[in-house]
Protein backbone atom coordinates (compact mmCIF):
# COMPACT_ATOMS: atom_id res chain seq x y z
CA UNK A 1 0.00 0.00 0.00
CA UNK A 2 1.53 3.23 -0.80
CA UNK A 3 -0.39 6.48 0.31
CA UNK A 4 0.74 9.94 -1.45
CA UNK A 5 0.09 13.22 -0.26
CA UNK A 6 1.00 16.42 -2.41
CA UNK A 7 1.77 19.97 -0.56
CA UNK A 8 2.80 23.34 -2.89
CA UNK A 9 -0.22 24.28 -4.29
CA UNK A 10 -1.57 27.99 -3.61
CA UNK A 11 -2.16 31.07 -6.07
CA UNK A 12 -0.02 32.50 -8.71
CA UNK A 13 -0.36 35.32 -11.01
CA UNK A 14 0.47 34.23 -14.97
CA UNK A 15 4.24 33.67 -15.30
CA UNK A 16 4.68 33.09 -11.67
CA UNK A 17 5.80 29.70 -10.65
CA UNK A 18 5.30 26.99 -8.03
CA UNK A 19 6.48 24.11 -7.24
CA UNK A 20 4.44 20.89 -6.19
CA UNK A 21 5.43 18.05 -3.77
CA UNK A 22 4.15 14.66 -3.03
CA UNK A 23 5.16 12.50 0.05
CA UNK A 24 5.07 8.67 -0.70
CA UNK A 25 5.14 6.19 2.11
CA UNK A 26 6.78 2.75 1.17
CA UNK A 27 9.63 1.05 1.25
CA UNK A 28 9.72 0.14 -2.44
CA UNK A 29 9.28 4.44 -3.65
CA UNK A 30 12.10 3.85 -6.06
CA UNK A 31 10.16 0.97 -8.50
CA UNK A 32 6.86 2.62 -8.96
CA UNK A 33 6.21 5.15 -11.66
CA UNK A 34 4.78 8.48 -10.51
CA UNK A 35 2.85 10.50 -12.48
CA UNK A 36 0.94 14.27 -11.46
CA UNK A 37 -2.46 14.87 -13.26
CA UNK A 38 -4.83 17.80 -12.99
CA UNK A 39 -8.30 18.29 -12.41
CA UNK A 40 -10.40 21.19 -13.76
CA UNK A 41 -13.89 22.13 -12.79
CA UNK A 42 -16.57 20.58 -15.16
CA UNK A 43 -13.77 18.84 -16.79
CA UNK A 44 -12.16 15.27 -16.63
CA UNK A 45 -8.67 14.75 -14.88
CA UNK A 46 -6.05 14.69 -17.62
CA UNK A 47 -2.49 13.57 -17.44
CA UNK A 48 0.42 16.32 -16.86
CA UNK A 49 3.44 14.80 -16.39
CA UNK A 50 5.05 11.08 -15.62
CA UNK A 51 8.27 10.09 -15.06
CA UNK A 52 9.64 6.31 -15.05
CA UNK A 53 11.27 4.13 -11.86
CA UNK A 54 13.82 4.24 -14.86
CA UNK A 55 13.91 7.88 -14.46
CA UNK A 56 12.57 8.56 -18.14
CA UNK A 57 9.75 11.39 -18.10
CA UNK A 58 6.93 12.31 -20.12
CA UNK A 59 4.88 15.74 -20.84
CA UNK A 60 1.58 16.73 -21.52
CA UNK A 61 2.20 19.19 -25.11
CA UNK A 62 0.52 21.71 -22.79
CA UNK A 63 3.15 21.88 -20.32
CA UNK A 64 6.11 20.75 -22.18
CA UNK A 65 8.90 22.71 -21.71
CA UNK A 66 7.43 25.07 -19.02
CA UNK A 67 6.89 22.05 -16.27
CA UNK A 68 9.19 19.63 -14.91
CA UNK A 69 8.82 16.85 -12.89
CA UNK A 70 11.36 15.07 -10.86
CA UNK A 71 11.81 13.07 -8.03
CA UNK A 72 14.21 12.03 -4.66
CA UNK A 73 14.19 8.06 -4.25
CA UNK A 74 16.34 8.94 -0.85
CA UNK A 75 13.25 11.13 -0.10
CA UNK A 76 10.59 8.85 -1.30
CA UNK A 77 9.38 12.45 -2.69
CA UNK A 78 7.97 13.50 -6.32
CA UNK A 79 7.90 17.17 -7.79
CA UNK A 80 6.64 19.28 -10.45
CA UNK A 81 8.29 22.20 -10.84
CA UNK A 82 5.46 24.70 -12.82
CA UNK A 83 7.05 27.89 -14.16
CA UNK A 84 5.50 29.98 -16.36
CA UNK A 85 2.28 29.79 -14.78
CA UNK A 86 -1.01 30.36 -17.22
CA UNK A 87 -4.75 30.57 -15.98
CA UNK A 88 -5.79 27.70 -18.17
CA UNK A 89 -2.91 25.29 -15.64
CA UNK A 90 -5.81 26.47 -12.67
CA UNK A 91 -6.56 22.92 -11.61
CA UNK A 92 -6.15 20.39 -8.59
CA UNK A 93 -3.14 18.63 -8.91
CA UNK A 94 -2.89 15.23 -8.20
CA UNK A 95 -0.19 12.58 -7.41
CA UNK A 96 0.09 9.32 -8.37
CA UNK A 97 1.66 5.85 -8.42
CA UNK A 98 1.52 2.51 -10.45
CA UNK A 99 3.63 -0.29 -10.15
CA UNK A 100 3.27 -1.24 -14.12
CA UNK A 101 1.90 1.75 -16.08
CA UNK A 102 1.81 0.90 -19.54
CA UNK A 103 0.67 4.27 -21.27
CA UNK A 104 1.51 6.91 -18.92
CA UNK A 105 -1.56 9.48 -19.87
CA UNK A 106 -4.58 6.55 -18.68
CA UNK A 107 -5.21 7.30 -14.96
CA UNK A 108 -6.69 3.77 -14.64
CA UNK A 109 -3.42 2.67 -15.12
CA UNK A 110 -2.23 4.14 -11.79
CA UNK A 111 -2.82 2.32 -8.48
CA UNK A 112 -2.46 4.75 -6.08
CA UNK A 113 -4.01 8.39 -5.64
CA UNK A 114 -3.06 11.03 -3.70
CA UNK A 115 -5.93 13.86 -2.64
CA UNK A 116 -5.08 16.46 -4.52
CA UNK A 117 -3.73 20.28 -3.99
CA UNK A 118 -5.42 23.43 -5.62
CA UNK A 119 -3.13 25.77 -7.83
CA UNK A 120 -5.07 28.69 -8.89
CA UNK A 121 -3.41 31.29 -11.71
CA UNK A 122 -4.58 34.49 -12.31
CA UNK A 123 -4.13 36.38 -15.23
Known amino acids: QVQLVESGGGLAQAGDSLRLSCAAS????????MGWFRQAPGKEREFVAAIRWSGGTYYADSVKGRFTISKDNAKNALYLQMNSLKPEDTAVYYC?????????????????WGQGTQVTVSS
Open 26 to 33: GPTFSSYT
Open 96 to 112: AAGRQVGLLTIKGNYDY
